[in-house]
């Protein structure tokens, strides 16, 4: 095609440009993507302070805090990629999209994208209002927050990857699992408490489940001061397990729907 | 290849430009903001540009539309019912744009339609369909002659009902 250049980085550019557009359209948007986790980090902060002089155990060195802010990121990451999918949705746009030169695995990468910058938007002011309101800073865990957030990170991707095929195969009957599924694991990735209080037979889910030893991880460093590599590098390859399913479940259930004609038909 | 139908929308909440730009970069087209300008002309919506699609009328929602579907310059082009929602002299020049840009650009238009007259109109070779299935073909004036009719609307009722029988 004359005159024109084509590259994988450019359309990935271009659908991050069009969620940029689509954010900065909305102020009240903004406000409430960091609106949410500020007010979980408020509300437990209080919580975590009412505990305190009881149960030092459950709020040393900020444990509480911290473990909502980062059970927050795994909950923004995914929200905000299944939302920018479901914008698509919503607007009947997903015709026009892959009409253009647009690659499932490149609409993938957007979404994680944007999801990246949404997610941040939403959880750096709630992190650094923890620091005057409560005195907890999560920056001072120095590279491990890093870990700790990357993987939660993908774990939200990841989920968001099995909602967004169901949502193409299946229509926008299928949108309320958007709210549901980090609900369904939170009570095995031992977010508040440790994995030994869950029963055994949650346990053996809970060793399936990444965030679980992230959570652990982060509850041995924060409360014994011990750096667990292994928990992380187990998160990390569940991570990579799951996102490597998700992607498969994706593109099979992309290449169904554009079989059955459902691209066109997907919107409200 | 690009496309455009009024049953595909784009995104509402994104100004004229916004969506154009976006769609410019998704093809790839080099000085996207250039080409918005050339087709934002093309189709006189140049004092649209900074609006919201969702504040458009559908009928200027269809010229968006079909702005963002030369955006590329395609070699192929898909229309469905490109004309939805136009008034009548709208829809000349619409027509005539297209014919231009078909002519100049050596383009393939694919065109779904059930303006008959539209098709007598723009298109060199007409397909009928019924429920899906391939029931007649040809230039519209081989179809005139062989059903021996004024105009394509007729050959369609005929053929329609030729095979309901």
């Not at chain 2, 919506?45 to 969702?54: A, C, K, P, V």
């Not at chain 2, 073909?137 to 005929?158: A, H, I, M, S, W």
């Amino acid at each position: 095609m004359t005159g024109l250049k084509n590259s994988s980085w450019g359309r990935i550019l271009a659908l991050f440009t069009r969620y940029f557009f689509l954010l900065r359209s909305s102020w009240p948007r903004i406000i409430e993507i960091a609106y949410w986790p500020t007010m979980q980090m408020v509300m437990w902060g209080f919580v975590s302070k009412h505990f305190a002089p009881s149960s030092p155990e459950l709020t040393a060195g900020g444990v509480l805090i911290s473990v909502v802010l980062i059970w927050d990121t795994l909950f923004r990451s995914h929200i905000s990629y299944t939302l920018s999918f479901l914008e698509e949705m919503w607007s009947r746009n997903l015709g026009n999209l892959f009409v253009a030169p647009l690659r499932p695995w490149e609409l993938m990468l957007g979404l994680a994208c944007i999801s990246l910058i949404r997610t941040l938007i939403g959880m750096v002011p709630a992190a650094l209002l923890a620091i005057p309101f409560f005195g907890v800073s999560v920056f001072e865990m120095g590279f491990p927050l890093f870990a700790f957030f990357f993987n939660l990170v993908l774990t939200g991707w990841a989920m968001s990857q099995f909602v967004t095929a169901i949502l193409i195969r299946y229509g926008l009957g299928a949108e309320s699992l958007t709210w549901v599924l980090p609900f369904l694991i939170a009570p095995f990735s031992c977010i508040y408490y440790p994995l030994s209080t869950l029963p055994a037979w949650m346990q053996d889910v809970a060793s399936f489940i990444p965030t679980t030893y992230v959570f652990e991880g982060m509850r041995a460093l924060l409360i014994e001061g011990v750096w667990r590599q292994d928990l992380l590098l187990q998160a990390l390859g569940l991570n990579v397990v799951y996102l490597g399913l998700g992607m498969g479940t994706f593109l099979f259930a992309f290449r169904v729907a554009r079989t059955h004609g459902l691209l066109l038909q997907a919107g409200e | 290849m690009n496309f455009s139908s009024p049953y595909v929308d784009l995104p509402q909440r994104l100004t004229v430009r916004e969506n154009l730009l976006v769609y410019a970069k998704l093809y790839g087209v080099i000085n996207p903001g250039n080409r918005v300008a050339e087709v934002a002309e093309s189709f006189r919506i140049e004092n649209l540009l900074n609006q919201r699609l969702r504040r458009l009328s559908s009928g200027q929602k269809t010229r968006v539309s079909l702005a963002k579907s030369l955006i590329n310059k395609p070699e192929f082009l898909l229309l469905d019912e490109p004309t939805a929602s136009l008034d009548p002299d709208t829809t000349s020049w619409i027509r005539e744009l297209l014919r231009q840009y078909r002519d100049k650009e050596g383009a393939t238009i694919l065109f779904a339609s059930h303006d008959m007259r539209e098709v007598e109109l723009l298109c060199d070779k007409a397909l009928l369909m019924k429920k899906g299935k391939l029931v007649e073909e040809g230039t519209p004036t081989q179809l005139l002659e062989k059903y021996n009719r004024d105009n394509l609307e007729d050959v369609f009722l005929q053929v329609n009902r030729r095979k309901e029988e």
